[in-house]
Nanobody, 123 residues
Framework: VQLVESGGGLVQPRGSLRLSCAAS????????VAWFRQVPGKEHEGVSC????????THADSVKGRFTISRDDAKNTVYLQMNSLKPEDTAVYYC?????????????????WGQGTEVTVSS
């Protein structure tokens, strides 16, 4: 059972990135998936979440209107499209999954975590 993030990198302010979270060893279809981010010295911050059926998404206020979460269950993958990036979006981004129905950003309620992908927004 594994989640693997990809797509991070260095981008200029106002640029875009798309992160991917690919699952292996289990079927992501039955899981809600959330993206968290973390900067050194701080706790994980919930960014975006999508329910197992894809019928509901939740975004932190800090990213509303700029980030979009989506899922392609045929590819067993969840995406985070990040537009209009700001320097304060710089962090390591993690995806996490578990089988609860409703989205939330409680770190302890997520059973599976990826290793993280680093996003740096800088000119």
């Amino acid at each position: 059972v594994q989640l693997v993030e990809s797509g991070g990198g260095l981008v200029q302010p106002r640029g875009s990135l798309r992160l991917s979270c690919a699952a292996s060893g289990f079927t992501l279809y039955y899981y809600r998936v959330a993206w968290f981010r973390q900067v050194p010295g701080k706790e994980h911050e919930g960014v975006s979440c999508i329910t197992s059926r894809g019928d509901s998404t939740t975004h932190a206020d800090s990213v509303k209107g700029r980030f979009t979460i989506s899922r392609d269950d045929a590819k067993n993958t969840v995406y985070l499209q990040m537009n209009s990036l700001k320097p304060e979006d710089t962090a390591v981004y993690y995806c996490a999954a578990d089988t609860r129905r409703i989205c939330d950003f409680s770190v302890r309620r997520y059973d599976y975590w990826g290793q993280g992908t680093e996003v740096t927004v800088s000119s």
